[in-house]
């Protein structure tokens, strides 16, 4: 033992005393309140020798006293020796205690039990050290994107949801971690100053806290460690209860579990990321051992090679693999083997007979510096094989195109070339080399258009397709023209990353293409322009005058009797009069003026900004005497007039093409008036020509829909017998009424639509005079007027066969009326035609005899029958001598030549009476009888047949007294 006091040591373990300073007298050395066992309280005091002189009797006495003290602490020292004993027996099995918690939680972690129950149970440990103090723990998981986990038994459930609590805490945790200190006590108070986590547990009660850090490697700590104590029973109580040994190790029990929770979860996630990338792998993955068999696969490689997993685990890998390609592959599985990757393309047929291209990856897999093994990757190569075929053949398509095409960046502002085919070089005469990162604007040139340039670079802009024919220049200056056009290449977020242009060189196109411009709007033998050219100026100039109230006039010219030209002289002939007659009316007209053939023989001739309407005259005025000189073609000398049409402009004109159908109109009528003369256009010819084109509509229509009908005439003879009728057609226009056959038959004989109704008319009358024959005489003959259309075809005597073989109707019933102009054409063969019509048994009748130009001559040997005195000449016969002359003349003419006659139109009796004097045969008029319709004319004809009997016995009676008459049948 030794003893100290506060000045030093009186007694050294060796039991000798030690130099001391001098005391005052009295001053004890030490003192020391021992409490036994029991209450009882000893007081102890220590004091310094006296130097005195030694005397046996103090010596006697110190040595009791001091024997009683040594006895006395003795049995202090023996009754604290027992208490110490007693406490050291405590803290052992408290220590033993927690020793078996510090195994318990080693083992736990050995066994990797959940790091959270791990760290729990430490928590547990540390508060049964200290009653007082509460432990948390703040782990922090940088694996799961800084997760903090708060793990406590006794904080607070208000203080565990806290978020500013919690977040204070790994604030100062992780100042701490960067400052290099691993821990600090706080007194908590509610100062506004201090941080929310002293603040928020200073007001759950606690006094004081003590963050330990759970330092790591990383920026950031693992986590922190707090103790919190409250005062209780009026004792304070610290962190400083815990066993100062037990602190630091649970200290590394938490770190080590931390550790060992983030390696194991760092394992599991390489793990899992390595099996990921082994079962999800799009491409087929396997393992093979060091002999070459399989040991795992992939679904991917099953499902490429259509097989099942049990079909190549343990099998060789030369059994998926065509023979031929074996000994290639060994060379690679061997190099493998030996730590060089390998890869390699062949083709295999799955287990469905597909073939596969493919790539293979021989990958060694090593462990601990050893090849235990190869990993293999099989890439399916067969469609990226077949786009990279399909490729080339772009590639070549593009090199062997005649057409021109490149390729520019679109993600770039001046949208450089990146590619240009070869068709693009001969094109252009520019290289690759020449015009990669240009912009296409190089090919530009002073002719090029301004707004095709703009259109171009909107397209661009606005990246969209372009198409249009352009003007661009070849490297050595020549201009040319292409046809181009853009397109944006687009990727899979519809946005253009390049630009294909595809050019044509179309110059040739394009000069054939004038020249047809040229041949499409000019006539090809005069070099004048054509419809379509003519047009286009009419509309421009019209709406040019309009603007500057002028005036314009269009001349429609057409040659006269042209046609006999071409048919005598022939075409060649023909053709060179017309150049000639449009070099007369070039050099006749004005630079302004416009001058078109409209095909044939017709010009047409526009002149515009006329100061008077009287300069249209005079221009064609002068244009009919130039046409009218003589023209020398080869040894020909031919003359020609013409008929010009004029038609004058005014601001009441909407349609420009109406100014030429009116020209067209006006020729027309000067044509009527005997040709070699001008007309201007007025609204009566207008109105006149719009009637009969709408009545020559109609009559279609009529024909089509039979609106017409038949009347019949009778016609009587001198006696009043009924000799036969005539038939007459009748229009009764819906809307218009009855028309005229003055007005409707000659258009139609003029449109051919005589044809038609002229074999209408024979087969009704046919008809209607079979159902009147049975109250007829036997000599009755029904009479159709025959047109000279019809009389000329070819076909006339075979359909007029038929028509009677049709309806039944007896040739010798049938009488035919021709007027005079049938002998005009082809004199011969008409007369050939009334030969075989008068051998079929048919009457025939010379119509309107008397105006028109028949020579006697051909009347003398013309098989016909009777002939018809125009009632031109039957009007004025009383008044007339004239008149009465030429009646009394063809009568005679005509008995002599054995014919009978006709007189048309009688209406008085005095008519009748001269005509009856004249030794008339047949009458035929208003006097007699009107045109009937079918119904009234049997209603006539049995009325006649009533009187007829008291006819006959008058006519007997007058017989007997010597006098004849006639009486009209008048209905």
């Known amino acids: 033992m030794h003893i100290s006091h506060h000045g030093g040591h009186l007694v050294t373990e060796d039991g000798e005393l030690t130099p001391h300073s001098k005391l005052p007298e009295g001053t004890p050395l030490s003192e020391q309140h021992l409490v036994l066992p029991g209450g009882t309280t000893l007081h102890l005091s220590l004091m310094p020798r006296v130097d005195s002189t030694f005397d046996l009797a103090n010596f006697i006495a110190a040595g009791v006293g001091l024997s009683g003290l040594l006895l006395t602490y003795q049995l202090v020292l023996s009754l604290a020796l027992m208490a110490a004993r007693t406490q050291r027996s405590l803290e052992l099995a408290k220590a033993k205690e927690a020793l078996e918690d510090q195994h318990r939680i080693q083992a736990m972690i050995a066994r990797d039990e959940p790091c959270s129950a791990t760290l729990l149970q430490i928590c547990r440990l540390l508060e049964q050290q200290g009653k007082q103090v509460h432990v948390a723990i703040w782990r922090l998981d940088h694996t799961a994107t800084y997760r903090v986990e708060l793990l406590s038994c006794t904080l607070p459930f208000a203080l565990q949801e806290s978020m500013p609590f919690n977040e204070s805490a790994i604030s100062l945790a992780t100042e701490l971690h960067q400052q290099g200190l691993v821990e600090t006590t706080l007194s908590l108070t509610d100062s506004p100053a201090v941080t929310a986590f002293e603040k ?33 029973s009026n004792q304070p109580h610290t962190a400083d209860d815990i066993e100062p040994t037990l602190l630091p190790s649970a200290l590394r029990l938490m770190r080590l579990a931390i550790e060992r929770h983030n390696h194991q979860q760092t394992l599991q996630d390489s793990e899992q990321r390595f099996r990921s990338l082994f079962t999800q792998n799009p491409d087929g993955v396997f393992s093979l051992d060091i002999d070459g068999y399989f040991q795992s696969v992939n679904q991917s490689l099953l499902t490429l090679l259509a097989i099942s997993e049990a079909d190549i685990i343990g099998s060789h890998l030369y059994t998926m693999v065509p023979t031929e ?59 990226l094989r077949h786009n990279e075929a399909q490729l080339r053949i772009f590639q070549r398509s593009l090199e062997a195109s005649s057409n021109g095409v490149l390729i520019c960046e679109a993600r770039s502002d001046d949208f450089p070339i990146i590619y240009v085919n070869p068709a693009f070089v001969e094109i252009t005469g520019y290289e690759l080399e020449e015009v990669q990162n240009r912009n296409c604007r190089f090919l530009q040139g002073p002719d090029t258009d301004p707004a095709q340039i703009n259109d171009i670079r909107q397209a ?155 300069h249209a005259q005079e221009v064609a005025e002068r244009l009919l005497l130039e046409l009218a000189q003589p023209y020398r073609i080869d040894r020909h000398e031919l003359y020609l007039s013409a008929s010009i049409g004029i038609a004058l402009s005014d601001e009441a004109l909407e349609n420009p093409a109406a100014l030429l159908q009116q020209a067209d109109m006006a020729m027309y009528k000067a044509k009527q008036q005997g040709r070699n003369t001008l007309q201007t256009f007025t609204y009566d010819i207008n109105q006149k020509l719009t009637q009969r084109v709408t009545l020559r509509n109609d009559l279609q229509e009529a024909i089509t829909q039979e609106q017409f009908e038949l009347h019949y005439q009778p016609l009587l003879t001198r006696d009043g017998d009924i000799h036969g009728f005539e038939a007459l057609v009748r229009w009764n226009h819906p809307v218009k009424g009855r028309i005229s056959p003055g007005l409707f038959i000659p258009i139609a004989e003029e449109t051919g639509q005589i044809i038609g109704l002229s074999q209408w008319v024979m087969e ?159 009458l035929q008029g208003f006097l007699f009888a009107n045109p009937l319709p079918f119904e009234p004319l049997t209603h006539w004809l049995a009325v006649q047949q009533q009187n007829a009997l008291s006819h006959s016995h008058q006519y007997n009676h007058s017989q007997r007294q010597g006098a004849a008459f006639f009486t009209p049948f008048i209905l």
């Open 460 to 614: 661009l802009v606005q990246q969209r397709d372009i198409s249009l024919t352009i003007r661009n220049y070849r490297k050595d200056g020549r201009a040319f023209w292409n046809n181009v056009f853009i397109s944006p290449v687009r990727a899979n977020d519809g946005h253009a990353t390049h630009f294909v242009g595809v050019i044509n060189d179309i110059s040739e196109y394009k000069d054939h293409e004038n020249e047809w411009a040229f041949h499409a709007t000019h006539d090809a033998l005069t070099g004048l322009g054509n419809r379509a050219l003519f047009e286009d100026r009419l509309q421009h100039d019209v709406d040019l005058a309009r603007r500057h109230h002028q005036q314009l006039a269009v001349l429609f010219i057409d040659l006269d009797e042209f046609k006999p030209i071409n048919d005598t002289l022939g075409h060649a002939v023909g053709d060179q009069v017309l150049i000639h007659v449009a070099r007369r009316l070039e050099e006749a007209i004005r630079p302004s003026d416009t001058l078109c053939r409209f095909g044939g023989d017709e010009f047409v001739l526009l002149l515009p900004d006329l100061d008077d309407p009287h």
């Open 325 to 383: 390609q074996c000994e290639a592959i060994n060379d690679a599985f061997s190099h493998a083997l030996t730590g060089i990757a390998q890869r390699f393309e062949i083709e295999i047929a799955s287990r469905s007979g597909d073939l596969h291209y493919v790539d293979i990856s021989f990958l060694p897999t090593v462990v601990m510096d050893n090849v235990v093994g190869v990993y293999g990757v099989v890439k399916e190569m067969t469609a």
């Open 200 to 232: 928020l547990a200073y007001q759950h009660g606690y006094t004081q806290a003590t963050l330990h850090v759970l330092n790591s490697s990383e920026t950031l700590p693992l986590g922190t460690v707090a103790l919190l104590t409250k005062e209780a």
């Open 764 to 922: 009704r009358a046919a008809k209607d005079f079979l159902k009147l024959q049975p109250l007829l005489p036997n000599h009755c003959r029904m009479a159709v007027n025959l047109s000279p259309m019809q009389f000329h075809r070819p076909s006339f005597l075979s359909s007029l066969r038929k028509t009677l073989e049709v309806t039944g109707l007896p040739p010798t019933a049938l009488e035919l009326e021709l007027t005079e102009g049938i002998l005009m054409n082809d004199t011969e063969a008409a007369i050939d035609t009334l030969h075989a019509l008068r051998g079929m048994g048919i009457s025939i009748a010379i119509d309107d005899f008397g105006t028109g130009f028949s020579s006697l001559s051909y009347l003398r040997h013309l098989p016909i029958d009777k002939i018809k005195i125009d009632r031109s000449f039957i009007l004025n016969i009383v008044e007339s001598s004239k008149d009465a002359a030429v009646v009394h003349g063809i009568i005679a003419l005509a008995h002599h030549l054995e014919l009978n006659v006709v007189a048309e139109g009688g209406e008085t009796s005095a008519q009748q009476q001269h005509l009856l004097a004249l030794n008339c045969d047949v």
